[in-house]
Structures are given as structure tokens and as C-alpha cells.
């Protein structure tokens, strides 16, 4: 059992841990941390088929944890924690070191003058990609579920 195992409403008793990852807050660690994350997730089977969509949202997840969290600093983590409960589903958690911010002032990226923005639908991405997001600590902790 990892001892950053985060509290949620999984059942502690039969979720699985499979990958407990801390990666440094540089944008080249986004993809080998991606690829060790989704060998995992193949592995444990938990959500068979949606792995295109949780792909997606975790590259989007790690994407905000380095730019905003760590501000692209190497010196400063980012921590990937993911577990399965095969009756729930595979539960992801990403926590950066940053001030965090509040997900209800992000304004929608496909209305009015957002749509034309070069960045800001990552977080819209991966509220449309998994089944449950939830932000802790302050918005410094994202945890997707995908059944």
C-alpha cells in the first residue's frame, strides 16, 4: 500500500495500487511519465477500451501540473498516483506543488472570444474525457475517474 495513498470514496480495501510516480516539473517528463502510466492501466485492465480518453486527459492533467503548478521548474514534483477497483473503475490522481486556482473561473473555451484562445481547454478536455474529475487542495490535486 503506498502511504500517499490519496482519500477518496474508493474502497481502500480493494483498490490497487499500480503506478506511484513523481516526475520533475519539466515538459520533456510529460511523455515518458504518460507512457509508464498507460502501460499500467493496460495492465490492470480497469478500463478496457477508454484508454484513447484517459491518455488524453492525463497528458492534459501533467500539462497543467509542469506550466502552472511547478511553472515549468525541474526543482519542484509533480505526483502521479493511479489504483483500480475493478467494480469502480481506475482512479488517477495528479498533485503539483503550485497555488492552485478555482476549476468554476475557468471560462469555457467554446464560447465567444475563448474560442479563439491558443490554450485553455485542458481542463475543459478532461471534464468531457472522464467519467468523475474532482479538484482538492486548493485545485494543486486533480482525481479522474474512468469507469
Same mark, same amino acid.
Given at each position: 500500500m503506498s502511504p500517499r495513498r490519496p482519500h477518496c470514496d474508493f474502497d481502500a480495501l480493494t483498490l490497487a495500487a499500480q503506478a506511484d510516480l513523481t516526475i520533475p516539473g519539466h515538459v520533456g517528463e510529460i511523455g515518458p511519465a504518460v507512457e509508464k502510466v498507460m502501460a499500467a492501466v493496460q495492465e490492470l *485492465?480497469?478500463?478496457? *477500451?477508454? =484508454?484513447? =480518453?484517459? =491518455?488524453?486527459?492525463?497528458?492534459e492533467a501533467l500539462a497543467n501540473a509542469v506550466e502552472h503548478g511547478c511553472e515549468h521548474d525541474p526543482d519542484k514534483n509533480v505526483e502521479i498516483w493511479v489504483g483500480c477497483d475493478h467494480e469502480r473503475g481506475l482512479l488517477i490522481v495528479v498533485r503539483d506543488p503550485g497555488p492552485g486556482f478555482d476549476p468554476s473561473q475557468i471560462p469555457s473555451p467554446i464560447e465567444g472570444e475563448q474560442v479563439y484562445r491558443e490554450g485553455g481547454r485542458g481542463i475543459y478536455l478532461i471534464n468531457r474525457l472522464m467519467d468523475d474529475v474532482h479538484y482538492e487542495r486548493g485545485g494543486t490535486e486533480i482525481r479522474m475517474t474512468k469507469r
Open positions: *485492465g480497469c478500463a478496457a *477500451g477508454k =484508454e484513447f =480518453e484517459i =491518455e488524453i486527459a492525463l497528458t
